[in-house]
Nanobody
Framework: QVQLAESGGGLVQAGGSLRLSCAAS????????MGWFRQPPGKEREFVAR???????????AYADFVKGRASISRDNAKSTVYLEMSSLEPEDTAVYFC????????????????WGQGTQVTVSS
């Protein structure tokens, strides 16, 4: 069983930046595809970013179009933690942000992930 716990959300002014963290416990973190999703008020959960292992200790990342160039996903396997840094935040980025782990595969669909955190609220004020 894998448990995930997000932190780092809060109130941010438009144009600002934030760094979300997601600490994992249980399982083999380094092998998992780790993803970030978000759910804006009244909307469906949507993919933000993911990072997966391509071999050895090499990882690659992918991003949703709406965050390309202003988001970065990274991980620290020694701490079993994945991060999401976002800059140039806009009110439209207001959402609950979730991290998720896929033990196999793991793409841009929420259904591909096996474990989820409880989420952390990010509110961007204009």
């Amino acid at each position: 069983q894998v448990q995930l716990a997000e932190s780092g959300g809060g109130l941010v002014q438009a144009g600002g930046s934030l760094r979300l963290s997601c600490a994992a416990s249980g399982g083999t973190f380094s092998r998992y595809t780790m993803g970030w999703f978000r759910q804006p008020p009244g909307k469906e959960r949507e993919f933000v970013a993911r990072q997966w292992r391509v071999g050895g200790n090499v990882y690659t990342s992918a991003y949703a179009d709406f965050v390309k160039g202003r988001a970065s996903i990274s991980r620290d396997n020694a701490k079993s933690t994945v991060y999401l840094e976002m800059s140039s935040l806009e009110p439209e980025d207001t959402a609950v942000y979730f991290c998720a782990a896929a033990t196999t595969g793991g793409g841009s669909l929420a259904s591909e992930y096996d474990y989820w955190g409880q989420g952390t609220q990010v509110t961007v004020s204009s």
